[in-house]
């Protein structure tokens, strides 16, 4: 196929573009653009990569993101942190349902674990007999930096699980946030020592699991919650993804109170609409939701892919916040 020299001057500034927007959100913590004008970026290449098989290997489309900063200690995860693939309609989970059904070879109809998507900073907790050994975060999938110094200092994270069942090693996989209410409680702090004011939640959370001082960090009211497992070693866990929830609230750790199973994708899209009618009365920013096969051995059949799970999905919901374009100036005098 011949690529016309257009196309390819616009993938290759879709590259840039991205790469340039992906170290000030994951490395720097300090994004120019919304994630709606990131998220349209990124679905252009897809198409353009996709339509004229322009595909490489070190494309962002290939890649979950972010590079550690030097000053931290790098962690390799033994099991690589994967991102999600994005929906953005109806039309587009149901297509996700029937490729798994295809790939299964079966219509039987499949069970879902749905939960918020948490606008956070994902981690990995690394537990050895019970112990909070380690922490990183996810970096670009592959090596992450270890920040166990700063995610000490969260409350809501065991340094202990209950001795249960809590021998050899357990990874946690999870997302730290800050809640609504803790982050407008460290702005009227700033405010009134006149000391600079935090953006939003996620950029404060995400500047702060990456302090070198974790006395700074202690300072942020941080939280998480659980959202899979990595590592599992010595330790019996169910089958399905929905127990394991159950399994880890019972070892102490921080589980999603808006977590629900679902039975098909209709099951799915409803729970999907019922999360967005109540998403500005949740004390956390979300901006959508995930879906997972909630059986084990069925994720582990449907596999994944160089970036993704092929048994997950994160349904973006309508952007909150979108960039403009002026288009003209009028200048009047008298």
């Not at 257009?6 to 340039?20: N, T, W």
């Not at 930096?145 to 001795?163: F, G």
């Not at 950029?203 to 919650?225: C, F, H, W």
């Amino acid at each position: 196929m011949t690529v016309p020299a257009k196309v390819k001057r616009e993938v290759i500034s879709l590259r840039e573009q991205i790469k340039h927007h992906n170290r000030l959100y994951y490395s720097l913590d300090a994004p120019e653009i919304p994630d709606a004008d990131y998220d349209a970026l990124l679905i252009r290449l897809e198409e353009l990569e996709k339509e004229y098989d322009l595909v490489i290997s070190d494309s962002p489309t290939q890649r979950v993101g972010g590079a550690p900063l030097s000053q931290f200690a790098e962690v390799t995860h033994e099991i690589p942190m994967l991102s999600l693939a994005k929906v953005f309609s109806e039309k587009d989970l149901r297509d996700f349902e029937t490729r798994i059904k295809k790939r299964l070879g079966s219509e039987e109809e499949l069970v879902y674990s749905c939960e918020p998507k948490v606008d956070g900073i994902a981690v990995s907790l690394l537990y050895v007999d019970g112990l909070l050994n380690r922490a990183a975060t996810r970096g670009d999938g592959v090596i992450g930096e270890d920040i166990t110094h700063n995610v000490k200092t969260i409350r809501s994270i065991p340094l202990k699980l209950s001795q249960k069942k809590s021998r050899s090693r357990l990874e946690i996989r999870g997302e730290i946030f800050l809640s609504k209410p803790g982050f407008e409680s460290i702005n009227k702090k700033a405010l009134n020592e006149g000391s600079k004011i935090f953006v939003n939640p996620r950029n404060t959370a995400a500047g702060a699991v990456r302090q070198l001082d974790s006395k700074a960090t202690a300072k942020i009211p941080l939280e998480m919650y659980c959202y899979s497992v990595g590592i599992v070693e010595g330790i019996n866990l169910p089958r399905r993804l929905s127990a394991i929830f159950e399994e880890l609230a019972e070892l102490g750790l921080p589980v999603n109170p808006e977590r629900k199973t679902a039975n098909g994708i209709d099951g799915c899209i409803d729970y999907c609409m019922s999360l967005l009618s109540k998403r500005g009365d949740l004390v956390y920013e979300i901006d959508g939701a995930v879906i997972k096969v909630d059986d084990l051995i069925t994720q582990q059949a449907l596999g994944q892919n160089a970036k993704t799970p092929r048994w997950a999905m994160a349904y973006k919901f309508p952007a909150e916040e979108k960039s403009t374009k002026i288009l003209d100036v009028g200048f009047q005098v008298g």
